[in-house]
T-cell receptor, first 115, second 112 residues
Framework: DVKVTQSSRYLVKRTGEKVFLECVQD?????MFWYRQDPGLGLRLIYF???????EKGDIPEGYSVSREKKERFSLILESASTNQTSMYLC??????????????FGEGSWLTVV | AQKITQTQPGMFVQEKEAVTLDCTYD???????LFWYKQPSSGEMIFLIY??????QNATEGRYSLNFQKARKSANLVISASQLGDSAMYFC?????????FGQGTTLQVKP
């Protein structure tokens, strides 16, 4: 059974802490994505990666960085967490190139609260 | 720049009736894909339907159909014979060249 696994389902962190959100896929996918989801704003793309060590900024990269040292793992890093980064974070992965919708896989989401 | 817009924050429909969820998009890429996803309260993202920009016919998947009007840049989702289990958030998404971007979402509530 194919899977995208996000390391933590629920996290509570303090303002200023460094936060790591991990995402692992077991499908040998080239593309991986990080989104945040907020009410009324939908899913907004933070960063995506189309290969190991390759990354591109999405629509809202400020305050975030990413790391992709291995093909199966894509990490989202909040260098200094702030309360406005309280959100639900979704990871996704897909094959390279033109694909149909049913080959994009999502993780279960990570609910982050920054206090 | 690529953009995707869902203008209906919330919709109601009576059980067994049909409902249309609106989606418009903008991209300069001649080749792209359009998707609809369902997100129930559990948070999982469920793929519903896909339309390629060069597909000649509108996509259909069971009770879901996509009304694709390329010249108007719209990709509306039609759900026929609504069921109570259709109550959820629905997202339209655009994929030009690998990047996948989502609209703001529409919350659908099906009334018994």
């Amino acid at each position: 059974d194919v899977k995208v696994t996000q390391s933590s389902r629920y996290l509570v962190k303090r303002t200023g802490e460094k936060v790591f959100l991990e995402c692992v896929q077991d499908m040998d996918h080239e593309n991986m994505f990080w989104y945040r989801q907020d009410p009324g704003l939908g899913l907004r793309l933070i960063y995506f990666s189309y290969d190991v060590k390759m990354k591109e900024k999405g629509d809202i990269p400020e305050g975030y960085s990413v790391s992709r040292e291995k093909k199966e793992r894509f990490s989202l890093i909040l260098e200094s967490a702030s309360t406005n980064q309280t959100s639900m974070y979704l990871c996704a992965s897909s094959l390279e190139g033109r694909i149909s919708g049913n080959t994009i896989y999502f993780g279960e989401g990570s609910w982050l609260t920054v206090v | 720049a690529q953009k995707i817009t869902q203008t209906q924050p919330g919709m109601f429909v009576q059980e067994k009736e049909a409902v249309t969820l609106d989606c418009t998009y903008d991209t300069s890429d001649p080749s792209y894909g359009l998707f609809w996803y369902k997100q129930p309260s559990s948070g999982e993202m469920i793929f519903l339907i896909y339309q390629g920009s060069y597909d000649q016919q509108n996509a259909t998947e069971g009770r879901y159909s996509l009304n694709f009007q390329k010249a108007r840049k719209s990709a509306n989702l039609v759900i026929s014979a609504s069921q109570l289990g259709d109550s959820a958030m629905y997202f339209c998404a655009l994929q030009p060249r690998g990047k996948l971007i989502f609209g703001q979402g529409t919350t659908l509530q099906v009334k018994p």
